[in-house]
């Protein structure tokens, strides 16, 4: 039995999709009342990952995106 739990780790260029999901899932559920509903259904996972790709691709050294894992599956909320 593996016991070694969830590991966190630096996030890569392939993250992006699992990272976008998250993020525009969060965003929905957070601003669904405070936010224009025509905008927030215009966050879409495809625009959100390949901004997600584009910041992990540039590796600014002031910033890190970290994730969870733990049996290589996403941890989602």
Do not use: C, K, N, Q
């Not at 966190?8 to 392939?14: D, K």
């Not at 601003?31 to 390949?50: E, I, K, V």
């Not at 584009?54 to 989602?76: N, Y």
């Amino acid at each position: 039995m593996d016991t070694a739990g969830p590991v966190i780790r630096p996030a890569g260029i392939s993250d992006a999709p699992a990272i976008a999901a998250v993020h525009v899932a969060a965003w929905r559920a957070a601003y669904t009342t405070l936010m224009d509903p025509a905008y927030l259904a215009g966050f879409t996972h495809h625009a959100s990952t390949r901004r997600w790709r584009e910041i992990l691709a540039a590796g600014h050294p002031d910033s890190r995106v970290l994730v969870v894992v733990e049996d290589g599956a996403w941890f989602t909320g």
